[in-house]
């Protein structure tokens, strides 16, 4: 996916999620969440929404010393739906003002503007599974963007130490993990084609890039693209009925006991 192609899809997200929250009661617990109810989820996503969109007007050049943005939060909660929309409309008006593929700060491994657009279209997208799931609905998420989400959460997870601190326990002395999309003609190159290595070594990891598909991991997770998008955000376990495991359990156990995000 290009930077247009998610700028449209984190506004087809906002406006699913507004759809779902829209008539729902605010309280409603959201077991993904923990902790957290469905006028909070909203909340979160709306201010996720205003925080990125200012940081990309401004375009920043190093990271931000504080996280004061105008949110304008309703008073009452059944307004959060409308508000978020809001937010949505206003993230759209500032990608289309943008030069998205200009150099700015982000705490990932893409330094231009067009990182927080793909990371404010995932952070929507589980969020919105996060509602649908709290209402005793079935999340439905297209494979295209399911790959496309599971390279951008692996490609940036080494980075996100500062905020998911367990990260950097990842370590291991050279050990491998495949992440292997079961649907799809499996065509293309390496990630585009649903399939990913992730090296372990004593100073961190990193997907694996330029390396002969053969080669053998030393575990292996496979799933559909959106059943292992959902599980490496935590919202399924690699356990389950939906996965294939193959190789070392105990790789597996350290890796999603230490990449929450």
């Given amino acids: 996916m290009n930077p247009a192609q998610h700028g449209a899809a984190v506004a087809a997200e906002a406006a699913a999620f507004v759809s779902v929250v829209r008539g729902a009661d605010p309280s409603t617990a959201v077991p993904t969440c923990p902790g957290w109810t469905l006028g909070d989820l909203t909340r979160h996503v709306g201010s996720v929404h205003r925080w990125f969109t200012e940081l ?10 504080s996280r004061e943005v105008d949110l304008r939060l309703p008073e009452r909660p059944d307004a959060l739906p409308d508000w978020l929309a809001e937010s949505a409309a206003q993230a759209a008006g500032v990608f289309d003002a943008t030069d998205l593929d200009a150099p700015m ?27 649908q799931l709290a209402l005793g609905l079935s999340p439905k ?13 692996l490609t940036n997870l080494p980075f996100a130490a500062p905020f998911a601190p367990l990260t950097a326990q990842l370590r291991a002395p050279d050990r491998t993990i495949r992440f292997l ?9 390496g990630n ?4 990913w290595l ?7 990891f990193a997907v694996v890039s330029d390396r002969p598909e053969s080669r053998a991991a030393d575990a292996t997770v496979q799933g559909t693209a959106a059943d292992l ?9 690699h356990r389950g009925d939906a996965f294939r495991l193959l190789g070392d359990p105990d790789l597996l156990a350290h ?6 995000f």
Avoid at 141 to 153: C, K, S
Avoid at 229 to 237: A, I, T, V
Avoid at 255 to 260: A, E, G, K, L, P
């Fill in 105 to 131: 700060w982000a705490w990932g491994v893409d330094q231009h503007a067009r990182f927080w657009v793909r990371r404010m279209l995932f952070e929507t997208l589980v969020h919105r599974v996060d509602a």
């Fill in 181 to 189: 999309c079961t649907d799809g003609n499996g065509s293309g190159d």
């Fill in 255 to 260: 890796w999603f006991t230490h990449s929450v």
């Fill in 56 to 65: 990309i007007r401004l375009r920043v050049q190093q990271p931000p010393t």
């Fill in 229 to 237: 998008l959902l599980l490496l955000y935590g919202r399924s376990d």
């Fill in 192 to 195: 585009s084609a649903g399939d």
């Fill in 141 to 153: 998420i297209d494979r295209p963007l399911a790959v496309d989400g599971i390279d951008e959460f």
């Fill in 198 to 204: 992730v090296g372990l070594r004593p100073d961190g």
